[in-house]
């Protein structure tokens, strides 16, 4: 009898699972739970979620393919397809940016196409789509995944259980014109006097702001310079909100495959990490220091740093840009990183940055509390900036609404706050008051509990209240192997983005899911990863799907 594995969710990070687990010599039955009509996209390139104009932040050649690559999938496309997606053929580039909808037809195309393969290497797989997965129940021998479909509740059997939901977020509205979430974006409206704060600054509160600016008017290029014009009434009015009052900047230009650091490298961690995890941190952190001194000194002295703390790399970091003129700071970056990418120059800082979250991601599962706490505080929001930079396209538009007089950004410091009073959303506390009718909370996913997401009896059954947390002596662990007490059946492994974050917050790009893909069908097939499922150079960790704060 075939083995049954279940798959809970069907977004980016179960297809790479199923990537791997159907290179299997021995056949399996594989169940596929998806709560909503279609399995590949998730809910980052979901068409319920997105409208055609938000692009992904993660050029083609960074996705990790499935049985092939964007480009090719895209080439393969009949011209009148590709013109629905408003993609000319000439177009097609490794190094492009594609609407968030294209990528999840491609998704959709490749959990298709991967389902035939597993046909065609004698496995089976089901896709349940409209099977909300409501609890897993362990057993002594399996699972029982008790779900809600059209027919109702059902209960179905498992030897192996791989939790990979994804985003929990939805544009639900407590009040008229109050959004807890800026998803899906189609949902957003605005109120008579076409208003709205967004709380965030990062990528999905642009994405909210380009929207909002989308369905209120529209933007139009002529001779290279793009104008925009609201559609009828007056101009919408729309605030991004934020502690520092910042812009991420624009995507910039770097040699793919990235080269590997060579003093903070995966060795000088794993012999860090074996020395235990008292003082890890500032360890790292002296790895960190010399890596980015040799890369780029004049930015390492620019910095004026005393002691190389992660505070002190935090407030280095954003004051170059806090002492700065905002919109003229975005202007200059935009065309740096135009003027770089024609010319292919690497600036060498923050391609250092870029590489080292990747090391520090390492590094998280085996910090003390205190020290992840710390590095949540300081060093997170630094490599969010550096690495969840914006397509050119998109800061464009940013700096025409501007232009227009539709966008500001406020920045809130510690006394900013948005307040509820006669009707409007008020902003107080951060040296002006101005009133909103539509509020919309972009700050993104937050890391939740396997009680949050509903699934009550896993909940009972883990054995490790920090699930993800390893220890130093027992590294060879799959650190996504759920370990449930004593007599229950072991083989469940969690890659559910919500229950990732606090140790992995670097999770929400698609080098991630790929990742994750291979570590836990290497656990599943209890093989090791470099030897059974191949391995792929280094690329940075897209993070297209992140909906950040």
């Known amino acids: 009898m075939s083995r049954k594995i279940v798959l809970v969710g069907s977004g980016p990070t179960a297809a790479y699972t199923l990537k791997y ?17 279609r399995a590949g996209p998730g809910m980052p390139y979901s068409r319920r979620f997105n409208t055609p104009s938000v692009l992904a932040n993660i050029v083609s050649i960074e996705i990790p393919p499935m049985t092939r690559t964007l480009v090719d999938w895209l080439d393969s496309l009949s011209d009148s397809r590709l013109d629905r997606y408003g993609i000319a053929r000439s177009a097609i580039a ?15 195309a490749e959990f298709a196409a991967l389902c035939r393969k597993a046909a065609q290497r004698g496995h089976r797989v089901t896709v349940l789509t409209h099977h909300r997965v409501a609890d897993i129940v362990p057993g002594k021998t399996g699972f029982r995944i008790v779900a809600n479909t059209p027919e109702g509740t059902r209960r179905f059997r498992a030897d192996a259980v791989v939790v990979a939901t994804g985003h929990r977020q939805t544009a639900t509205r407590e009040a008229p014109y109050l959004y807890r979430s800026p998803y899906p974006l189609k949902k957003l ?3 008579e006097d076409r208003s709205a704060a967004i709380i965030g600054s990062s990528l999905s509160a642009i994405d909210a702001a380009l929207t909002l600016a989308t369905r209120y008017g529209a933007f139009e290029e002529i001779g290279g310079r793009i104008t925009y014009t609201p559609t009828s009434g007056s101009l919408p009015r729309i605030a991004l909100l934020s502690r520092k009052g910042l812009l991420p900047e624009a995507d910039f230009y770097y040699p793919i495959p990235e080269e590997p650091l060579d003093i903070f490298s995966e060795a000088a961690i794993e012999r860090e990490v074996a020395r235990g995890r008292i003082g890890l941190l500032s360890r790292v952190m002296r790895l960190f220091r010399a890596q980015l001194l040799q890369d780029d000194p004049d930015f390492f002295a620019a910095m004026s740093l005393k002691r ?37 120059r690497t600036v060498m800082w923050r391609y250092t940055l870029m590489r080292a979250h990747e090391m520090f991601s390492l590094v998280l599962p085996y910090l003390t509390d205190r020290d992840l706490r710390r590095f949540h505080g300081t060093l997170k929001p630094v490599f969010a900036d550096a690495y969840g930079c914006v397509p050119h396209a998109s800061i464009a538009k940013l700096l025409v609404l501007r232009r227009a007089g539709v966008l500001s950004v406020v920045a809130l410091g510690e006394r900013g706050r948005v307040v509820r009073r006669d009707g409007a959303f008020v902003l107080e506390g951060s040296g002006t008051e101005e009133a909103f009718e539509t509020l919309i909370d972009a700050r993104g996913q937050q890391a939740m509990t396997l009680n949050e997401l509903g699934f009550k009896s896993l909940a009972e059954a883990v054995e490790e209240s920090d699930p993800f947390r390893k220890n130093p002596r027992s590294r060879a662990r799959n650190g996504f192997r759920l370990e449930l007490k004593p007599g229950l059946a072991q083989e469940i492994f969690c890659v559910s983005l919500p229950l990732l974050l606090r140790r992995h917050p670097f999770a929400q790009g698609l080098v991630s ?33 992140r909906v950040p704060g």
């Open 189 to 191: 409206r605005l109120g």
């Open 513 to 545: 899911s790929d990742n994750f893909g291979k570590a836990v069908a290497s656990g599943l097939l209890r093989l090791r990863p470099g030897k059974a499922l191949g391995s792929r150079g280094r690329s940075r960790m897209g993070h297209e799907a």
């Open 21 to 37: 687990l159907i290179g299997s010599d021995t056949g399996l039955d594989i169940r596929v739970f998806e709560a909503g009509d």
């Open 94 to 108: 490794e190094r492009g940016f594609y609407p968030r909808v294209v990528l999840g037809d491609y998704f959709a």
């Open 308 to 344: 190389f703390t992660p505070e002190g790399v935090n407030r280095a970091y954003f004051a170059r840009r806090e002492n700065s003129d905002l919109f003229v700071a975005t202007r200059a970056n935009l065309a740096e990183a135009r003027r770089n990418h024609r010319a292919r």
